[in-house]
T-cell receptor, first 117, second 114 residues
Framework: DSGVTQTPKHLITATGQRVTLRCSPR?????VYWYQQSLDQGLQFLIQ???????AKGNILERFSAQQFPDLHSELNLSSLELGDSALYFCASSVSGTSGGLAYEQYFGPGTRLTVT | AQSVTQPDIHITVSEGASLELRCNYSYGATPYLFWYVQSPGQGLQLLLK??????LVQGIKGFEAEFKRSQSSFNLRKPSVHWSDAAEYFC????????????FGKGTHLIIQP
């Protein structure tokens, strides 16, 4: 158990809908990262938040957004869903998250499997 | 832009045999390198990491990896595999301090033959 929790575990929804995925980082970790894992694209970094602020963006679609709350949990919002958005979405957390920070490692949650029908 | 290449999509190894999974990276600065393992239906578990110093790093479950800057490689090894090692293995590269996401390879699927 990495200490990172994600809810829900599974989500089935229809095209055009909007969903929210939730992540709670390990105790003491300030950074949250979101990743998408699909068969054709592999594991792709979407976005990072550090202590409530957006820190880095990867291959995140404009239909997707995220935020990190004062208690450091994070939510990933996916809207206008398409069939191609079906994937496993992982959240990871780490202690650091800035270029001047110490070396770090990311701990991954169990993921949310999203199926768009 | 950084990239990670895992040349072997699948590898089959007999139980008790040694294992080496290959990883090559391309990164403009000092790379921070990781190996993760993913069992079916599970999240990613960190096996080991390289930040600096000794180029041979030890990880969990008896795994080790060697960083070779001249070859831009970070290969994962285990002297004797167990059936429970069957899983997907991912090599990843990251930026200093975690100020960005990790870039992952496509993964190597490890099959253990009895």
């Amino acid at each position: 158990d990495s200490g990172v929790t994600q809810t829900p575990k599974h989500l089935i929804t229809a095209t055009g809908q909007r969903v929210t995925l939730r992540c709670s980082p390990r105790s003491g970790d300030l950074s949250v990262y979101w990743y998408q894992q699909s068969l054709d694209q592999g594991l792709q970094f979407l976005i990072q938040y550090y202590n409530g602020e957006e820190r880095a963006k990867g291959n995140i679609l404009e239909r997707f957004s995220a935020q990190q709350f004062p208690d450091l949990h994070s939510e990933l919002n996916l809207s206008s869903l398409e069939l191609g958005d079906s994937a496993l979405y992982f959240c990871a957390s780490s202690v650091s998250g800035t270029s001047g920070g110490l070396a770090y490692e990311q701990y991954f949650g169990p993921g949310t499997r999203l199926t768009v029908t | 832009a950084q990239s990670v290449t895992q040349p072997d999509i699948h590898i089959t190894v007999s139980e008790g045999a040694s294992l080496e999974l290959r990883c090559n990276y391309s990164y403009g600065a000092t790379p921070y390198l990781f190996w993760y393992v993913q069992s079916p239906g599970q999240g990613l578990q960190l096996l080991l990491k390289y930040f600096s110093g000794d180029t041979l790093v030890q990880g969990i479950k008896g795994f080790e990896a060697e960083f070779k800057r001249s070859q831009s490689s970070f290969n994962l090894r285990k002297p004797s595999v167990h059936w429970s090692d069957a899983a997907e293995y991912f090599c990843a590269v990251g930026a200093r301090g975690g100020a960005d996401g990790l870039t992952f390879g496509k993964g190597t699927h490890l099959i253990i033959q009895p």
